[in-house]
């Protein structure tokens, strides 16, 4: 026979392991014996904990009279529930039937409170009934101040508690602030409940680690961590969930690892937040293990596991793995989750499968914006036109509004590729009109298309008004006006960058150095390498990388060398730009040496590469290695030859005289030969003096590139060297008919910072007469040592002593004398032309470097030509 004193902690001890059954069968007991009346407080209690809320409602409702205690029980078996509505209504209910609230009931009803009007009218009620002193109900006060993003009234009420709060309150402050972003003052709270003397518990370190991560603060999570440790609470696993999430985040991977490890058992939030850091952090292949770890475990993966494991199978190249992954989702009907149609989308679409993306995005039944941006974003392996299709339906299905900067800057980058001005502007009237052209993804993207559309003016237009500081919309501008040839106003714009205070990234220093080469800058390009320096990039792949190129393009290859030498990683970029570099500046051999050990070292060659190995070998004349490796780059590296591997061999067999051997080549090629071919072809018919070669070349080029002088030019001078001067005149005839205009040649030599300037004849520069003496000067030292003009180097129909003084004054021979009166003793000289060099100057030159001890660097519109001791780098092969 139970006695009374026995049923209260029995209904407690069927309550907690909900034994629904034995349960009822003591109320059918306390029913027939008439005691019931004494328990229905506890039966509501015990129907709430087996989550029957109706037969706690139903208790309720058979008390004629319920008391505050009553009305307290209902409302937390509502709020137990699930029920928050029903809650705040039962407390609603409660005030009108004039009951009192108690601690108990007001924290239930502010966890329910649905906005934070009715929490205000319940801190109100609070304060009215004093029970706001009660550091249950400020507690709750904290955290649903908190939970409405009003972090400050949650710290005004913990202040209020005047020395009263307990381990729960500080960590109800410490999740406020957490919960709204505010993770270094959540930071500080800690630090302050510490230095009170109350103990962190399991809850509270997990919080303070949470803010850590969220303030990216690694060196107080190790501090946090520590104390973690010293106080027991290392396996608990809320706190080593939350450090394993830390460390992840924040890039230690094998600090996480090692948490991880100590786990006395993870659950599925352990592996989830350790597999998600390491697809964060590019370990992908390490997430597929963890992923297949985690399988052998017996823990079934959830929808966020399957997500990210997706995108690690992405990263990897794992298709098939993914696929698995697909069939897995499919068995457990997990494939329709939108998380998981964008990872299937993304991982579709980069195997190049993209009719299983788009049956994956169709059959998604919600389609909201995140799908469609994987699908619009995968820019559909090139086919960008389907991307603006795709564009157009999201808008057409109504999704206009929920348009982000995401979208625009998917559609942008598609825009860009098509060169497609006209949407340009369309996107660009699109992200005033949504408040977007602010972000910097979408005014990048603008920047981008306009540039690439061949409209600088208006990326310019764009950047300059709404450029807010932004040291990505800086990179992107620079490198549109590097791109575009105006490398000069790149230079000043990053100057101008610097003067605003902003600190240069890898990025923009890169592009910087692209325009230095492509000035040929070579002291900007030093004083970028020192900004490089400076700031711990030299690193940088992609600076390293430019920096290569820059120095190889600037003249000096021996930096180059060095800059190549001290790549950390040298991927097929880093090799292509050393090779290349060597094949311009004459090192053919070594070039050839550096690409075989590259392929020793394994790397790849791509089609780049190869060009610059084809490169080398015109440079060099070694026509038999560039046949061999001409034919052999499809079956030995799985290269499909180019266009441009096509016009760089037979500009090579040109160069040589195997003019036949060219046209056959011409004639064999699986495209209609490009301005390129023909360019190459008319170049070699003016060295070996072949008219009609040069004749059946300029009437392609002049179809293909009628605006330019060059093709009216050289075959003019083919004619000349051939002595048919009546030819030479009707070209002449025929330009001045068409208003093309010869282009002048020029050079230029650069001194502190400043660019000279020389035409042929210049005396427009304020040395002129010091110039001309040292042109003198020289001419009597040449004389004296062999040197004689080689007058059919002028084509000009003119007697030879006038053909002498036009070859004395070329533009390049003035850029030397200049250098020479400018520089120090010793110093080298880099001269730029616009045009090839002239036989007569390249001798000339060779004169010169010999006479005054001084390395002299040309460069020409081919290549460079480094000129000591009487010699030069080409060996007079050019």
């Not at 919960?179 to 303070?208: H, I, Q, T, Y």
């Not at 205070?501 to 692209?514: H, I, K, Q, R, Y």
């Amino acid at each position: 026979m139970r006695t009374s004193e026995s049923i209260g902690p029995l209904f407690a001890r069927y309550g907690l392991s909900r034994s629904v059954r034995t349960g009822a069968h003591l109320h059918a007991y306390l029913l027939k014996s008439g005691l019931v009346v004494a328990f229905r407080n506890h039966l509501i209690s015990f129907y709430s904990r087996c989550r029957y809320p109706r037969s706690a409602r139903a208790v309720f409702d058979e008390i004629p009279d319920p008391c505050h205690v009553s009305w307290s029980s209902l409302v937390t078996a509502y709020s137990n529930n699930a029920l928050p509505r029903e809650a705040v209504g039962a407390f609603r209910a409660m005030r009108a039937h004039g009951a009192r609230c108690n601690e108990f009931a007001l924290p239930v009803v502010l966890k329910c409170a649905p906005d934070a009007r009715l929490g205000a009218q319940v801190h109100a009620l609070a304060v009215c009934t004093a029970l706001v002193e009660d550091v249950f109900v400020a507690n709750a006060l904290v955290a649903m101040y908190g939970g409405f993003g009003m972090p400050d009234e949650a710290r005004r009420m913990f202040d209020e508690a005047g020395g009263g709060q307990n381990a729960v309150s500080w960590n109800g402050m410490m999740s406020a602030y957490v919960k709204n972003d505010r993770c270094e003052d959540a930071l500080e709270v800690f630090r302050e409940m510490v230095w009170s003397g109350v103990r962190p518990n399991e809850f509270g370190f997990s919080c303070v680690v949470n803010a850590c991560t969220g303030s990216r603060d690694l060196e107080a999570g190790r501090q946090v961590h520590a104390m973690v440790v010293r106080r027991g609470y290392a396996e608990d696993v809320f706190t080593a969930n939350a450090l394993v999430d830390m460390y992840s985040k924040m890039g230690d991977i094998e600090m996480a690892a090692v948490v991880f490890e100590k786990m006395p058992e993870a659950d599925v939030v352990s592996w989830n937040a350790f597999i998600s850091g390491c697809v964060i952090h590019g370990h992908d292949h390490r997430a597929l293990e963890l992923l297949l770890q985690m399988k052998s475990s017996g823990l079934v993966p959830n929808v966020h596991t399957l997500s990210t494991a997706l995108k690690a199978c992405a990263g990897a190249g794992a298709f098939d793995l993914g696929r698995q992954i697909h069939g897995f989702m499919i068995k457990s009907n997990a494939d329709s989750d939108n998380y998981i149609g964008v990872g299937l989308v993304d991982i579709y679409s980069k195997d190049g499968c993209l009719d299983d993306a788009r049956k994956v995005f169709d059959f998604m039944s919600q389609r909201d914006l995140i799908l469609w941006n994987a699908l619009i974003g995968c820019s559909h392996g090139g086919q960008y036109a389907e991307v603006l299709s795709l564009f157009c339906r999201m808008r057409n299905e109504g999704l206009a509004l929920d348009i982000n900067r995401t979208t625009l800057a998917a559609v942008l980058k598609s825009i860009a590729s098509l060169e497609a001005i006209c949407h340009t502007r369309q996107i660009h009237a699109l992200a005033v009109k949504m408040g977007l052209l602010s972000d910097s993804h979408v005014l990048n993207g603008l920047i981008d298309s306009y540039w690439k559309c061949d409209h600088l003016i208006e990326a310019y237009r764009v950047f300059q008004e709404r450029c807010s500081d932004d040291i990505i919309s800086f990179t992107s501008m620079i490198t549109a006006l590097s791109q575009c040839d105006h490398s000069e106003d790149a230079i000043k714009l990053f100057v101008q960058m610097l003067r605003k205070g902003l600190e240069p990234d890898p990025f923009v220093l890169s592009s910087l150095l692209n325009a230095c080469a492509s000035l040929s800058a070579f002291e900007q390009g030093k004083q970028v390498h020192t900004h490089l320096i400076k700031r711990w990039f030299i690193s940088d792949v992609f600076a390293g990388n430019a920096l290569v190129y820059t120095y190889a393009k600037c003249g000096s290859i021996e930096d180059a060398d060095i800059a190549f030498s001290g790549l950390p990683e040298r991927g097929v970029v880093s090799w292509s730009a050393m090779i290349g570099g060597l094949a311009q500046h004459g090192h053919g051999k070594r070039a050839l040496e550096l690409f075989h050990k590259m392929l020793d070292e394994g790397v790849s060659p791509n089609h780049i590469t190869m060009t610059s190995v084809l490169s080398a070998c015109n440079h060099a004349g070694l026509v038999d290695e560039a046949k061999r490796y001409f034919d052999s780059m499809k079956k030995m590296f799985g290269i499909d030859r180019t266009e441009e591997h096509y016009a760089c061999m037979i500009d090579l067999l040109g160069r040589a005289g195997k003019l036949e051997d060219a046209m056959k080549l011409v004639n064999s090629m699986p495209f209609q030969p490009n301005a390129a071919v023909w360019g190459a072809l008319l170049g070699a018919s003016r060295v070996h003096k072949d008219p009609e070669l040069a004749r059946m070349a300029a009437e392609k080029l002049f179809i293909l590139e009628p605006e330019k002088s060059g093709t009216h030019v050289l075959l003019a001078n083919t004619y000349a060297s051939a002595g048919m001067w009546d030819e030479v005149s009707n070209v002449r005839k025929l330009m001045k008919e068409n208003k093309v205009r010869k282009e002048p040649a020029m050079s230029w030599v650069e001194m502190k910072d400043k660019v000279h300037t020389f035409i042929v004849g210049d005396k427009s520069h304020p040395r002129t007469q010091d110039i001309y003496r040292k042109l003198d000067e020289l001419g009597d030292l040449m004389s004296k040592a062999g040197y004689a003009p080689n007058v059919e180097a002028d084509l000009h129909d003119v007697d030879r002593s006038e053909k002498e003084l036009l070859l004395s004054h070329h533009s390049e021979r003035l850029a030397v004398a200049f250098a020479l009166i400018s520089t120090p003793a010793g110093a080298p000289i880099r001269v730029k032309k616009n045009l090839r060099i002239c036989r007569d100057c390249h001798v000339a030159i060779k004169f010169i470097s010999q006479i005054v001890s001084r390395e002299i660097i040309v460069r020409d519109i081919n290549r460079f030509h480094h000129f000591k001791d009487g010699t030069c780098s080409c060996g007079d092969y050019w």
